[in-house]
């Protein structure tokens, strides 16, 4: 499975930022999908979820109502649309998969196998 992230870059606070992740590998329809984050010094965070019909979503507290998690599986490409953005969203995001079909939506780290290369988003105040 390969994951390929893309869409980050150096904004304004308030300002807006997509995030692409394009899988390739297996199946992408059957399984769950997930955003995360790392600043510097932190350990790496949730940030959100999206299930493999992309009818259930779920959020970290820190970017609910800001942040939207979305799917096309007919383009094998999970999305991570950010607006508000704020100083403190400033980290790497990884996009990531599970390596086995399961019930429900992973939330943490260690639930997924595979994990793109990370893309960098800045926000400056």
């Known amino acids: 499975v390969q994951l390929q992230a893309s869409g980050g870059g150096l904004v304004q606070a308030g300002g807006s930022l997509r995030l692409s992740c394009a899988a390739s590998?297996?199946?992408?329809?059957?399984?769950?999908m997930g955003w995360f984050r790392q600043a510097p010094g932190k350990e790496r965070e949730f940030v959100a979820a999206i299930s493999w019909s992309g009818g259930s979503t779920y959020y970290a507290d820190s970017v609910k109502g800001r942040f939207t998690i979305s799917r096309d599986n007919a383009k094998n490409t999970v999305y991570l649309q950010m607006n508000s953005l704020k100083p403190e969203d400033t980290a790497v995001y990884y996009c990531?998969?599970?390596?086995?079909?399961?019930?429900?939506?992973?939330?943490?780290?260690?639930?997924?196998?595979?994990w793109g290369q990370g893309t960098q988003v800045t926000v400056s105040s």
């Open positions: 590998g297996r199946t992408f329809s059957s399984y769950a």
């Open positions: 990531a998969a599970p390596g086995q079909l399961r019930v429900g939506v992973p939330l943490a780290p260690d639930e997924y196998d595979y």
